[in-house]
């Protein structure tokens, strides 16, 4: 019998509305939302994307990228911040399904309460997975030791194993990507440095490694500098597009409820009407509506094309990022007609909307940027000409 897909198996309204009730004061105190963690770990949530015969809940990227659509929805950071351990585990997913178990551990890992941080962005590095100024050194036993700097590291207080990359530069004629894990080592140092506009929950705070050692059996990949993208580039361009996509998704779709509750409960003193009857509301409304549609739908037909491994070739790279740049503008725009339909209380503070707004500035940060997807797209057309 096919399996039934039900949102709330995974993410119980109950819990859903506990995690809402505090995002107020996670990025209000700027703390990580532990006892968010805490319960969806509990409710098997970091494992959902690790197959059932690893004591995952197999589900499908498409499943997966509906559920943090409805957790950004309740709380935005605590969404990004777990996006970045479901990377990794949707990474493996995608590994396996196409023949490559290297990821095995991670499955197991995951299944076993591992929390797994994603240490990809350097300061200055816009090659991102494809380009690292972190020294990557072999040790005498075969692990690898890395000294650099990584920035904005999501589940910075919480992680228990951290997914990097550096460069080996040992042979100088062949430098080498590799990408590994690590245990919280002492050479490892976290910083407390992470203050911002927005996403203050996430706690992707600056991540130091002092060579720090990931042992042999977590070097995970060895890449040539400058040759075709390797599977697992192309695994975790994927994976991180797709889940950072959900995210906004999950921001727009709580805009458009805030948007639209608000204008039904107002009445116009002009008209006597709910504001819900205006037509300009109505067309603001549905504009937004237009657009979250767009999101939603192209968010289910990519990952479904994901899920049953359909062959884009090299436009792969234009949809996934193309879709990300359009997840994070839309919602911009729709967070923006949100506060313009809800009205001046949205400028408080303390209202959800304000939270938003700001939550929502992050998107254009993350890879791919507004410049690199344009080009990206651009090239997807032009340079085949
Ligand atoms: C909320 C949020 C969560 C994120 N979580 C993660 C995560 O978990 N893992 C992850 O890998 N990435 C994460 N990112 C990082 C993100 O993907 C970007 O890499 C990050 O925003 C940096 O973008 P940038 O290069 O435009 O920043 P920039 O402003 O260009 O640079 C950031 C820092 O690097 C310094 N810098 C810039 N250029 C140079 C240079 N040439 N030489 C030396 N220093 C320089 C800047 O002074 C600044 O301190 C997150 C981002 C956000 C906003």
Redesign the pocket.
Known sequence: MDRVFDPADHLPDEMLERIRDRAADVDRENVFPTQDLAELAEAGYLRMLVPADRGGAGLSLAEAACLQQRLAAAAPATA?AVN?HLVWTAVAKILRDRGDDAFAFLQHGAAAGEVY?????E??N?LVLFGSDTDARPTDDGGVSFTGT?????LAPVWTSLGLHGLDTTDPDRPTLVFAFMERVPAVVTHDDWDTLG?RG?Q?RTTELHGAVAPVERVVRRVPLGGPPDPLQVAIFTAFEILVASVYTGISQRALEIASGAVARRTSKKSGAPRSDDPLVRARIGDMVISYDSLTLQLAALTRDVDERADHGARWFALLSGMKHRAVTSAQHIVDAAAIAAGGQSYRAGHELARLTRDVR?GV???S?PDSARQTAASSWLDSL
């Open positions: 990004l970045m941080a994603f240490g990809i962005s300061p200055g816009d990584k920035i904005f590291t999501s996403m996430t992707s992050a940060f993350h890879p940027s």
